[in-house]
């Protein structure tokens, strides 16, 4: 079996690989090809470390092969934003555990995500524009979108799987729990899709003014923003020189540096600014429906205690699917990140169950 760093080196110069095969810009395409043979270095070193037979060093893992198909479906900006979330949340778990054990830090442990920017800093043909470009793409949440959905799921299916069993333990699973599963179903989904759209609404009008505002600095005080674009690439590690240049270079185009700044100063994304809020609640609707339907199920073609147990069980399958489809963020071993998520789940049911079962016998 290897090494889980050797798995993680190896999935990274692979998704790597595929980003530079499905990358239109030839120039970024070059750095994500000259990262893929970073990872390959580290993959082989790690190997030698291990004594891994080399050739073993071929096969990406299963969650890599699922954010492949998810980029060719949806895009590889949602490959893009994993694989940089991942590098991320790898760098902050070094530094955690070496705080707790009171070690030192020496700064090699955001290694991987500063190797990235070393290349785009040394790499003559990037732009100020491919730069910015870039860092739209892996800060714009490609792989939010897909988190949301699994966590709407998620919401669905154990808010609705603790009313069932709440209800059932009361009752002893008789035709009310499908009433009661089912009014709970449509209240968490109008709930959840109402909460998106205010949210989503409000944030658009708040940003929106905060875009303006911004825009008309620009045009306003060109050369304060400029200074301004400098110093955040000089915060990036970007020589001043370069940093200089390419902010000039940004700032001939007021709607291209107007996205940057809005992006940089702001931390406002314009791209998710042009969803549409109703669209927003709709899937919201549809996501917590899919996860919340699974445990009633059951309740619509028999009842009592086979149920019950039908409930029990294809809600836990939902669990492990759940549990394994965030392991393709966190990076977690899929066996653990399934089962934590069906003992969690289980004791939430187990919990309401029981009370349920209290008041049923209360009110007998």
Known sequence: MKNKNVQTEIDACYLYRKLAEHESDETVANVFHQMSEIEQGHAEAFARKENIPIENLIRP?????????????????????????????LS???????????????????????????????????????????????????GNAIRAAVLGGNDGLVSVFSLVMGVAGATGGNQSVLLAGIAGLLAGSLSMALGEWISVKSSQELYENQMAIEMDEIE???????????????????????????????????????????????????EELKGSAIE????????????????????????????????????????????????????????????RQIIFGLLAAAVTFGIGKVIGIAVS
């Open 61 to 89: 893992s299963w969650r890599a092969l699922t954010l492949n198909f998810v980029g060719k479906i949806f895009g590889y900006d949602h490959v893009l934003s994993s694989l940089m979330d991942t590098e991320k949340g």
């Open 220 to 270: 306003n005080n060109p050369e304060g923003e400029q200074k301004e674009l400098v110093l955040i690439y000089m915060a990036k590690g970007i020589p001043e020189e370069h940093a200089r240049e390419m902010a000039a270079e940004i700032i001939q185009d007021k709607s291209h540096a107007h996205e940057v700044l809005v992006k940089e100063e702001l931390g406002i994304n314009p």
């Open 92 to 142: 902050n778990a070094i530094i955690a555990t070496k705080e707790k054990n009171k070690q030192e830090i020496t700064g090699a442990e955001t290694n991987h995500v500063k190797i990235l920017w070393s290349i785009l800093e040394n790499e003559k043909k990037i732009s100020g524009p491919q730069l910015a470009k870039f860092e739209s793409r892996h800060s714009s949440g490609g």
């Open 280 to 339: 927003a609640a709709i899937y919201s609707f549809m996501l917590f429906t899919i996860g919340g339907i699974i445990p009633v199920i059951p309740f619509i073609f028999t009842t009592g205690i086979h149920a019950i147990i039908l409930s029990i069980i294809l809600s836990t399958f939902g669990l492990f699917l759940i549990g394994g489809a965030i392991t393709l963020f966190t990076g977690k071993n899929l066996w653990y990140s399934g089962f």
